[in-house]
Nanobody
Framework: QVQLVESGGGLVQPGGSLSLSCAAS????????TGWYRQPPGSERQLVAT???????NYADSVKGRFTISRDNAKSAVYLQMNSLKPEDTGVYYCMARRISSNIPIWGQGTQVTVSS
């Protein structure tokens, strides 16, 4: 089974930027939808952005125009560029991969993003 490892979280001031990376242990190029989710403190996990094998993207309304999801199929990696960060973007960010023939997601361990002055 594919394993996912996130990196790139940290503390940033409001208005700043962070870039998250997700490395997969095996190829996810053709058969996996991928995405980023986040879990704010005291809240449920929520969609941030997804990207299909063909690179079709979908974003939560709250991050449109500020975040950009991308993937490198050759490296089996997924990225999330976050700009103009707000305190409400704070949370644990999880990478997700799901085979196109399955409805069972695979999750990474998560990386903390804190937006605070």
């Amino acid at each position: 089974q594919v394993q996912l490892v996130e990196s790139g979280g940290g503390l940033v001031q409001p208005g700043g930027s962070l870039s998250l990376s997700c490395a997969a242990s095996s190829s996810i190029s053709t058969f996996y939808h991928t995405g980023w989710y986040r879990q704010p403190p005291g809240s449920e996990r929520q969609l941030v952005a997804t990207i299909s094998p063909g690179r079709a993207t979908n974003y939560a309304d709250s991050v449109k125009g500020r975040f950009t999801i991308s993937r490198d199929n050759a490296k089996s990696a997924v990225y999330l560029q976050m700009n103009s960060l707000k305190p409400e973007d704070t949370g644990v960010y999880y990478c997700m991969a799901r085979r196109i023939s399955s409805n069972i997601p695979i999750w990474g361990q998560g990386t903390q993003v804190t937006v605070s002055s």
